[in-house]
């Protein structure tokens, strides 16, 4: 039987690693010159850290790989993780918490379960966590930030869909339903849009036909939000206070010169967004995606602690990247005797930044070549086959440089 690599799961090929690390360290440049610090989460975390107060929806704790970790005759059970914010909220909570605003960023791999075996069931993502400021400023920054990778990777077709949990929320608390009918319809309301107020029974009328409008709604200025104002003269001051601060960030947001629409389904999959939450696309690719989480902190037992962040999709934007050719390489062909000369060449060409490998007698089309001859002189054989000789390794390292 042959080896085979699980269902959902890839490898990366040299070509994969180098578009991998190039959109990671576009990432990590955009950070560090944001003044946000790298961390790092373990892969393994305690189950109940996801089932605290409903931080994920059902759905997506139906998907998460999980087992027990025993110790002695009792057991805990833990997670791949299939989040990454909630960990880094747990690792601020217990390293981090007189840190404020604190920002983090990491990059990291998520697990989701998916029956099929023909989606990822292994996800990379890079992310940002603003932790301590709560006001529509941050959410814009987030966003400037988050652009600012993307710069890096020189990607076109930007566009942002956003949405506001807080708005949501305040709209359905005005439909007269319980508690956990609410948070039901919040979750099919992210996921199906307009669709999943079809069967809502309510004995307020012009509550669902405020649900109704801010489902539809999709426009795209701060201009069109405002008009909702008016649209719905008997909305709950909730509702207008969310509404203002959706007007804010979105007005914030428009001056990052990016098209931006507003899409109330923007934050599928996630319970714990409380404000903001935004979508990031290139062409038609969803690249990435954020949200405010003004709640989690508490709810994971900490204080009341405004935060938000974003994660960036790593595998999709490596398949929007252009294909990109292997980096040039330096090869020295070194005989057994002068196998000393061979190795200070090695690393004069290594310590000056010139990816250099020793021959070990395989084919070498398309590269630079350094023959080491009998009497320790090198013959530097470019890629059309011209030949030039130089008497010392800094010399070839000149050569190299100047070409």
Same mark, same amino acid.
């Given at each position: 039987m042959q080896?085979?690599?699980?269902? &959902?799961? #890839?490898?990366? %090929? !040299?070509?994969?690693?180098a578009q991998f690390r190039r959109v990671e360290l576009s990432f990590r440049t955009a950070c560090l010159q944001a003044g946000y610090n790298e961390v790092r989460t373990p892969t393994l975390?305690?189950?109940?850290? *996801?089932?605290? $107060?409903?931080? %994920?929806?059902?759905? +997506?704790?139906?998907?998460?790989?999980?087992?027990?970790?025993w110790d002695g005759w009792s057991g805990e059970r833990v997670v791949l993780k299939p989040?990454?914010?909630? !960990?880094?909220? #747990?690792?601020? %909570?217990?390293?981090?918490?007189?840190?404020? !605003?604190?920002?983090? *960023? =990491?990059?990291?791999?998520?697990?989701?379960?998916?029956?099929?075996?023909?989606?990822? #069931?292994?996800?990379?993502?890079?992310?940002?966590?603003?932790? &301590?400021?709560?006001?529509?400023?941050?959410?814009?920054?987030?966003?400037?930030?988050?652009?600012?990778? %993307?710069?890096?990777?020189?990607?076109?077709?930007?566009?942002?869909r956003l949405s506001h949990a807080g708005l949501i929320r305040a709209a359905l608390a005005g439909l007269g339903i319980s508690s956990e009918e609410q948070r039901i319809l919040f979750d099919r309301i992210l996921d199906l849009g307009a669709e999943a107020l079809a069967d809502v029974k309510t004995a307020t009328p012009q509550g669902l036909e405020i649900m109704k409008l801010l489902c539809d709604t999709r426009g795209e200025s701060s201009g069109y939000l405002k008009n909702l104002c008016a649209l719905a003269p008997m909305a709950t001051p909730d509702y207008r206070m969310a509404l203002d601060n959706f007007i804010q960030s979105f007005e914030l947001i428009e001056t990052l010169g990016v098209p931006c629409?507003?899409? +109330?389904?923007?934050?599928?999959? *996630?319970? =714990?967004?409380?404000?903001?939450?935004?979508?990031?696309? $290139?062409g038609e690719d969803n690249v990435g995606g954020g949200g405010r989480y003004d709640r989690l902190i508490s709810v994971l037992g900490g204080e009341d602690t405004p935060a938000a962040g974003f994660a960036l999709y790593m595998d999709r934007l490596m398949a929007c990247l252009p294909e990109g050719a292997m980096p040039m390489c330096v090869v020295v062909v070194c005989p057994p005797g002068v196998f000393k000369t061979g190795v200070a060449l090695l690393t004069e060409l290594r310590d000056a930044g010139i990816p250099t490998r020793l021959s070990l007698g395989e084919t070498m089309p398309g590269a630079w070549i350094v023959e080491v001859d009998a009497a320790g002189r090198f013959v530097v054989v470019d890629m059309a086959g011209a030949r030039i000789t130089c008497e010392s390794a800094l010399e070839v390292k000149k050569w190299l440089l100047q070409t």
């Open positions: 080896i085979q690599k699980c269902n &959902g799961c #890839r490898d990366m %090929l !040299p070509m994969d690693m975390e305690y189950l109940y850290l *996801f089932t605290a $107060a409903g931080t %994920l929806t059902p759905g +997506m704790l139906r998907r998460v790989y999980s087992f027990l970790d989040d990454a914010t909630i !960990p880094v909220v #747990r690792l601020y %909570l217990e390293r981090l918490a007189q840190e404020e !605003p604190a920002r983090l *960023f =990491y990059a990291t791999n998520t697990f989701v379960f998916e029956d099929t075996g023909t989606k990822a #069931r292994e996800r990379w993502q890079c992310g940002a966590e603003l932790i &301590g400021a709560g006001s529509p400023l941050g959410d814009a920054d987030l966003v400037a930030l988050a652009l600012a990778a %993307l710069r890096k990777l020189e990607l076109t077709g930007i566009s942002l629409q507003v899409d +109330m389904t923007a934050g599928k999959g *996630f319970e =714990y967004y409380t404000g903001l939450i935004f979508r990031i696309y $290139a």
